[in-house]
C-alpha cells in the first residue's frame, strides 16, 4: 500500500498564481485534512474532510479551497497565492471514528515568492 | 474554538538525561495523541489516549493522561540521540477524526 501520497514535494509561486496541491489516500479512510506547518506553529489545521461530498473549515481556511468529490481524493487549491502561504503542506487520512491515528503524506514544501 | 497548548518550544538535552514535553487543551478531549517528527520527515503516530488518568508505556517513553481529560505529558527516561525531533501531541474531540495540534516540542540531544 502507498497510503498517503502527496504531489508536489517542492514548488515555487509567484504572488498571485494558483496551483493544486494534490493527496490521494488508498486505505479507504474516510477522514482526511490538510495542515501547515510553519516555525514554532506546529501543524495548524487549514480544512478537513468526513466522507466524500463533505467539507469543513479548520482553524486557518483563508486563501484555501478544497474538495472531496472521491474517498481517495482531497485537493488543495490556492487561489492566489501570497507569501503568507510560504510553509510545508501536510495532508492526513484517519479511518475516521474516535482514538483513529492519523497517516501523514511526506509533505509540500511550497515557497510563494 | 479549541486550542491545545504545548510546552516548552525547544528541549535541549545531554544523551542520558531524561526530558518531558507537557500538552494543556481549552476544552476536555475524548482523546490525545502523540506523534514523532523527525528533521525533514513528516509526522508519525506513537500512541493514543483515552481514558482518564490513563498510562502507557513504550519502553524508554511514557505517556499519561490527565484526570480531566485536559491534559497530558510524554516524558523520555535517558535520551538518546535516536530520540531527536519534534514530538506532538494532538488532541481529538468528538468523533469525527478532527485532531488539533499543539505547536511541538523539538528534542535536540548531546551525545
Known amino acids: 500500500n502507498a497510503g498517503v501520497t502527496q504531489t508536489p514535494k517542492f514548488q515555487v509561486l509567484k504572488t498571485g498564481q494558483s496551483m493544486t496541491l494534490q493527496c490521494a489516500q488508498d486505505m479507504n479512510h474516510e477522514y482526511m485534512s490538510w495542515y501547515r506547518q510553519d516555525p514554532g506553529m506546529g501543524l495548524r489545521l487549514i480544512h478537513y474532510s468526513v466522507g466524500a461530498g463533505i467539507t469543513d473549515q479548520g482553524e486557518v481556511p483563508n486563501g484555501y479551497n478544497v474538495s472531496r468529490s472521491t474517498t481517495e481524493d482531497f485537493p488543495l487549491r490556492l487561489l492566489s497565492a501570497a507569501p503568507s502561504q510560504t510553509s510545508v503542506y501536510f495532508c492526513?487520512?484517519?479511518?475516521?471514528?474516535?482514538?483513529?491515528?492519523?497517516?501523514f503524506g511526506q509533505g509540500t514544501r511550497l515557497t510563494v515568492v | 474554538g479549541q486550542q491545545v497548548m504545548q510546552i516548552p518550544q525547544y528541549q535541549h538535552v545531554q544523551e542520558g538525561e531524561d526530558f518531558t514535553t507537557y500538552c494543556n487543551s481549552s476544552?476536555?478531549?475524548?482523546?490525545i495523541q502523540w506523534y514523532k517528527q523527525r528533521p525533514g520527515g513528516h509526522p508519525v503516530f506513537l500512541i493514543q489516549l483515552v481514558k482518564s488518568g490513563e498510562v502507557k508505556k513504550q519502553k524508554r517513553l511514557t505517556f499519561q493522561f490527565g484526570e480531566a481529560k485536559k491534559n497530558s505529558s510524554l516524558h523520555i527516561t535517558a535520551t538518546q540521540t535516536t530520540d531527536v525531533g519534534t514530538y506532538f501531541c494532538a488532541g481529538g474531540s468528538g468523533n469525527t477524526g478532527k485532531l488539533i495540534f499543539g505547536q511541538g516540542t523539538t528534542l535536540q540531544v548531546k551525545p
Open positions: 492526513a487520512s484517519t479511518r475516521g471514528g474516535v482514538g483513529t491515528e492519523a497517516f
Open positions: 476544552t476536555t478531549l475524548s482523546n
